[in-house]
Each structure stands twice: as C-alpha cells, then as structure tokens.
C-alpha cells in the first residue's frame, strides 16, 4: 500500500534560484514517480507545506502541482489532496524487425509531444456531467418502467421521451413538435444517415451544404449516393439566396443558430429565403441545432423549424449539453417522412438504450436538465470571457469571434499563418484545430484562423491550456 508523504522531502531539496525553481521542482517530482521513490496513490504535501520545506513561493508549487496534474502525473481531488496519479503499466511492445535508416530520422526524433491540452471543439466539460441528479432520475424511471419498456420496442423512441421533448422544444426552443413526429436516434450522425438514406430513395440527387462544416457529414451524405454542392459564404453567412440555381437539389443541411464552426446566427432574411426555398421547391432544409440552449450575449434565436415544420427536419441532441457518452439525439420530422425515417432505423434496430431514454425523459420532466443547462452556460460563458480577456492582453491583433453563444470561439489570424501557429501549438502540448480543417475542399482558402474549444480542459488545466494557447499568437 503507498504511503503518505513522510520523509521524501528532503529528496526534493533543489539548489536552483531564479525562473528554474518550478521547472527543477516538476522534473524532480516526475522522476521520482518514474522511478517509483513515489509510487501511485502516494500523498504529496499541501503546497503550502512544500513551498515551506523547500524554501519556495507557494505560488510556484501550486503551479507545478497543477501542471502535473495536466499532464496526468499528479490527481488532485478536494478533501483528498493530491496523489500520484494510477498508471497503468505499459505492455513490453513485440519485437519488430530493425527499420532501414531513413533521412527523416532527425525529424522523427525532434517531433512534439502528446497534447497536454485539449482544445478541440465539439466536447462539453464531461467532469460537470450531473451525475447524482442523473441517478435520481436514472433510479425513478427504472422504478416506474413498465415491462415492456424492457423489449425492442417502437423505432420511433419511448413515448416517455418523445412526449417530454415535445414540450421542451416547444418552450425551449420554438419548435412545434408533436410525439408522433418525433424519432429518437443514437447521435446526430446515426440521424443524418438515416434522413440520407430516405432521401436517397424518395430520388433526391443532391443536399447542399454550407462552405465550412464536419467533412463527416458530408461523407455520410455521399455514401447514401447524394451529391453536396457548396453553397457559399460571406460575412452575413451562408449564401442561401444560391439555392435557388441548384437543380435537382433535395434539401440543404444548415447550422442555423449557431454555424459551425465560425459561429454566426443566420440573419432573418436569409432564414426566410431558405425555408421560402423549400416551400416553392418542395425540398427540405436539415437544421443541426448542436448547441442551442448555450447563448451568452444574446437573445435566444428560436430554431428554424418553427417558420415551416413541413419543410424543416430539426436535428437535436444530448451530446453538448450533457454528454456524447448517452447517445441520445432527436428529430422532429415533417409528416410525410416521420414515418420513412423510423421505418429505416428499425431495419438495422440501431437505438438508443430504452432505460436511458426513459432516464432522460424524468431528468426533462422534474427540471433537473433545466437547471443543469443553466448551470453549464455560466460555468461556459466565464470560460469564454477568460479567453477573450486572455487573448486581448496578449495579441490584441487577434480577433475573436463566434463567441455569442456556443462552446468555441473563432482567433482570426493574419493571412497564411495558420499552419505555422498550429505547428507551435502542438509543440506547446495544444490540441486545437484550424479553420481550413472545416473549409470544403471546393471551397478557396479565405480565412486564417483556429477554432478553440473552452468547454474541454479541467479546471486545473484550463490557466495553462490558455498560457500555452496565447504563447503561439502572432
């Protein structure tokens, strides 16, 4: 059994003075682990007792503990302490013939490291998952499941569920949504390819989509045989006015609320001209409302459905507000296609879980999601403000945008710089994506940017995530 801190400190003595004392502190403490001095779930002193013993600002200890801590050396758990952390011991790897040398050996060599820091966009703080209040409901719905919530049960989803979405969407976000109109799916991408699927086989050639977006889609939208123009972009947005000269486009997928990833509500007249679009051409617009309950400065922009729920299939999901780990998503489909939709997704019986749905349905119905979103979007709204105050004090040039609502914000930068900041970024330990990524391969490179996640990064990451973020800012 490891020990609680007793008489290692003396081992940690360091004869450093200056800007050294915490880089020497932190090597002393990963050695010691690496060795096994310190081995896994032992004690380390507060940091005010360290600073003392060791003749150091508490400053600087509780800043190599919290970078351990990042890097996955150290755990810090409140009431706990901090302990070196549980690792599992790596497997003796299979010998392997030698490799001939090659000329990019050095280069291997000098490569970076594995992330630190976790910046990609898309993840919630997966740590304020709330769990007791899940289990509360967890616990109430199993108590009232009735037997046969236990079987296959209908494509369509628990009616439990799809009655308690009904009236959130409406009150939430303006979506008119009856139960029956309802399909329950296990993710945005398991929906997407369904819709695919009807579509394809209703002779729907193409599903235009916007100039910068999750290749994914596009992909899944192009195995179910359909071709994705492009439409273009500009400063209000998407160039929905373009539909209008696509022949044999079906439908449109759109981030109306919030596009992704560059973060702007699509302005009222273009909403209008897209669902005007689909009413004179009798197509459907796809609307990805990721992450709509999470705006800031703004007031609530209601989702596009609620202009023609004839002409718009309305995408939800749980993966932002709660976890990706659930699997539970939505769609509120017109009444022409429900019935398509759910009989597709009972041919492959690809579904979420029938107590989860259920779970879900008690967590909407007793208020507990209510209050967990309004939670989330102050804890997330301070994360943006951080990074915005972060980035003005160290590269004023730098703008930022995206940031009304959501759980990313857009860091322009000066033309052709992108690839160069991103490779000083995963030297720094950063995981972070550029804009380009997202750009359609049709589409010319017009923006420079990266697209920084804040939601992701523990809080006891979250200062050095943003250090390291602002250090490769031109």
């Known amino acids: 059994m490891a020990n609680d801190w007793a008489t290692f400190g003396s081992d940690l003595h360091l004869e450093l003075r200056g800007p050294r004392l915490r880089a020497g502190l932190m090597d002393a403490l990963r050695e010691a682990v690496r060795s096994g001095r310190l081995e896994a779930g032992t004690r380390l002193p507060s940091s005010r007792q360290l ?17 351990l801590v990042a890097e996955g050396w ?11 952390a549980r690792r599992t011991a790596p497997r003796p790897p299979a010998p392997s013939p030698p490799s001939p040398p090659s000329s990019s050996s050095a280069a291997v060599r000098g490569r970076p490291a594995a992330p630190v820091h976790n910046l990609r966009s898309g993840t919630p703080d997966l740590a304020s998952f709330p769990r007791a209040d899940w289990l509360k409901a967890y616990r109430r719905a199993l108590t009232d499941a009735p037997n046969e919530a236990f079987g296959y049960g209908d494509p369509h989803g628990r009616p439990e569920l799809r009655a308690a979405l009904a009236e959130y969407l ?34 729907v050639r193409d599903v235009a989509v916007e100039s910068y977006g999750l290749g994914l889609h596009d992909e899944l939208l192009r195995s179910a045989g359909l ?12 160039r929905t006015d373009e539909l209008n000269g696509l022949g044999g486009c079906g439908a449109v997928l759109m981030t109306a609320a919030h596009q992704y990833p560059l973060g702007g509500a699509l302005p ?63 769609m509120v489909l017109p009444g022409d296609l429900a019935e398509e939709v759910a009989a597709a997704k009972g041919a492959v019986d690809w579904s979420s879980s029938a107590p989860d749905q ?98 992701t990064p523990p809080d006891s990451g979250w200062q050095g995530a943003l250090q390291a973020l602002c250090g490769v800012l031109p």
């Open 74 to 84: 150290l755990t810090a758990r409140q009431g706990s302490g901090t302990r070196v």
């Open 358 to 455: 259920l779970a879900f349905a008690e967590f909407l119905r007793s208020g507990a999601y209510d209050r967990h979103v309004r939670a989330m979007r102050l804890r997330y709204r301070r994360r943006r403000d951080q990074l915005v105050a972060a980035v003005a004090a160290h590269s004023p040039e730098t703008r930022v945008s995206g940031i009304a609502a959501g759980l990313h914000a857009v860091l322009t930068l000066p033309p052709g710089t992108e690839q160069a900041t991103l490779r000083a970024a995963a030297w720094r330990g950063l995981d972070v994506h550029g804009v380009n990524r997202f750009r359609r391969p049709t589409v010319p490179p017009t923006l420079d940017g990266l697209v920084v996640g804040y939601a």
């Open 227 to 238: 071709g994705t123009p492009v439409l273009a972009f500009d400063e209000r947005g998407t």
């Open 268 to 330: 009222p007249d273009r909403r209008a001209a897209v669902v005007d679009w689909a009413r004179a051409s009798g197509g459907f617009v796809l609307e990805d409302d990721y992450d709509g309950e999470f705006r800031y400065d703004r007031q609530p922009v209601g989702a596009l459905q609620g202009l023609d729920p004839e002409r718009v299939v309305y995408f939800g999901t749980a993966s932002k507000s709660l976890a990706p780990g659930l699997r539970l998503a939505w």
């Open 170 to 203: 409406a009150r939430a976000r303006g979506v008119h949504a009856r139960p029956g109109r309802i399909v329950v799916c296990a993710g945005f991408v398991h929906g997407l390819t369904l819709i695919g699927q009807v579509l394809r086989a209703r002779g």
């Open 51 to 67: 600073a003392a013993d060791l003749g150091m600002a508490r400053n600087t200890v509780a800043d190599a503990y919290a970078e």
